[in-house]
């Protein structure tokens, strides 16, 4: 405990539907929030994989 775990947890990264919710909570109008639903299902935070 201690410095070593402040420290990873400070570097570890957030799980992907954080960012999904955060990116979706931007929206700034229904066909905006729509479009953007559009794009995650289109896989927009998936890392790796390709369409």
Excluded: C, H, W
């Excluded at 999904?20 to 896989?43: C, F, K, M, Q």
């Amino acid at each position: 405990m201690g410095l070593m775990d402040s420290l990873k947890s400070a570097f570890r990264s957030r799980p992907r539907p954080d960012f999904e919710v955060d990116y979706l909570n931007e929206a700034t109008s229904r066909v905006d929030l729509e479009l953007r639903e559009r794009e995650i299902d289109r896989g927009r935070f998936r890392r790796g994989q390709r369409r």
